[in-house]
């Protein structure tokens, strides 16, 4: 929320909140009946008078993050405090709850209320959407109140949250979207009732930019229907799960030199592929699907320790929902659960990206790898006997599928 002109808007609103002024970012009619402010939550009994006047947003995202004690919780852009106050109600004194806000006003606002709450577990912080100043990894959950809409660089704030959660960390935010691309005459007329139309996306480009970022288990469900192609929306998404010290994150052209060094590797163990030697880069992401492949980096030196991607079968549109996956582990990282996290967010990606089916063929004295994928809910279709001849000898390889349960069932 990097831009002058909100933060202004939106500091003006706290001076009028911290001299007790109900205050509104939209018009008063639409604020009441689209479920903005306090009308979004289920309980606020207990908080401070001030936190529920300068409350602008457009749902409960504490109760969609499913916050647990002891947790540590960000909310971005959090206003006059009433997310944060009702996370650190969730979390309870072992956890913690950060608020984030570009608006020095909301800042004072927010402490205020805090303080009159008398919760001690609770920090604010000064800054944008766009660069969080905390550690990565450094929370287990990241909310939003329909501010999101509002930065003017959308990308890197997912970025940033993707990068400050822990592992199998969660995103829960409400926000303003469009149910699709809304002309300039629509888009004006809700602007003018709702306030935050502005920049809202549409749900498609919502979900683009999770799954850019690095997100998982995308879910976008519209709730209030504001007019002229607005709703309210409750997003929710994951970061990939991985063991300690571990990240996992889309595959870049900065990993090009690691990624095909672990690929060589994997095909000199003579198990991995009937290929002998890797492609080079430009032939690796000609027949790999950009929006799936990924690597896991160990955090600490930033290596790259395992990778995975998807290529399509066909180009027949009749089998867009059908991939083909290849997963490697570095030989001194094996055994540690790093191909079977890769594994499990490639299936997850792949259910956002509306893919139906995931192939593989297997060496059968590849035990490792099948036990991997039947663990994953992949089964042997067939066994496609003597099909190519690897280093002078002919070869079986099994033929494997997992089909989504979600997509296309």
């Known amino acids: 929320m990097a831009d002058s002109e909100v933060v202004k808007r939106y500091s003006g609103l706290a001076r009028a909140a911290l001299v007790g ?118 929370v287990d959950a990241v909310i939003s109140n329909c501010v999101i809409n509002l930065s003017d660089d959308k990308p890197a704030a997912l970025a940033e949250a993707f990068r400050v959660l822990r592992p199998g960390g969660r995103l829960g935010v409400s926000d303003v979207v469009t149910d699709g691309p809304i002309d300039e005459v629509r888009r004006a007329a809700a602007e003018r009732r709702v306030g935050c139309v502005a920049g809202s996306l549409a749900v498609d480009e919502y979900r683009d930019l999770l799954r850019e ?26 970061k990939p799960h991985v063991g300690s010290g571990l990240e996992i994150r889309p595959m870049r052209e900065a990993d090009a030199d690691q990624v095909l060094a672990i690929y060589q590797a994997g095909l000199d ?38 990778w995975i991607a998807a290529s399509p079968v066909s180009a027949r549109p009749v089998y867009a929902g ?11 990282c094996q055994a540690h659960g790093i191909g079977r996290a ?42 496609r006997e003597r099909v190519g001849c690897h280093h002078g000898v002919w070869r079986d390889v099994l033929f494997m599928e997992r089909r989504s349960a979600v997509v296309g069932s």
Not at 215 to 230: N, P, W
């Open 21 to 138: 002024k109900v205050i509104v970012d939209c018009e008063a009619d639409e604020f009441d009946k689209g479920c903005f402010g306090t009308a979004g939550y289920d309980n606020t009994e207990g908080l401070p008078e001030g936190a529920l006047r300068a409350s602008l947003g457009c749902g409960d995202p504490v109760a969609i993050a499913e916050l647990r004690a002891g947790e540590t919780v960000l909310d971005l852009g959090s206003g006059g405090g009433i997310d944060v106050l009702l996370s650190a109600r969730r979390v309870g004194p072992f956890g913690k709850a950060y608020g984030l806000d570009a608006s020095a006003d909301m800042l004072e606002l927010a402490r205020a209320n805090a303080a009159q709450a008398g919760a001690t577990n609770v920090e604010f912080l000064h800054g944008t959407i766009e660069a969080v100043p905390l550690l990565d990894q450094a």
């Open 213 to 238: 970022a690095g997100f998982v288990g995308i879910s976008i469900r519209l709730t209030a229907d504001h007019g002229d192609g607005v709703h309210s929306a409750i997003v929710r998404a994951r």
């Open 269 to 306: 163990t003579g198990q991995a592929s009937f290929e002998t030697v890797a492609p080079s880069w430009e032939g690796f992401t000609a027949v790999r699907l950009p929006h799936l492949r990924y690597v896991a980096v160990d955090t600490e030196s930033n290596l790259v320790v395992g």
């Open 322 to 332: 059908v991939v083909e996956h290849s997963v490697y582990v570095h030989p001194g």
């Open 342 to 383: 890769l594994l499990t967010a490639l299936i997850a990606a792949s259910e956002d990206a509306g893919i139906w089916t995931v192939q593989t063929g297997i060496f059968p004295e590849n035990a490792a790898s099948l036990r991997l994928h039947q663990a994953l809910g992949f089964r042997v279709l067939g066994t």
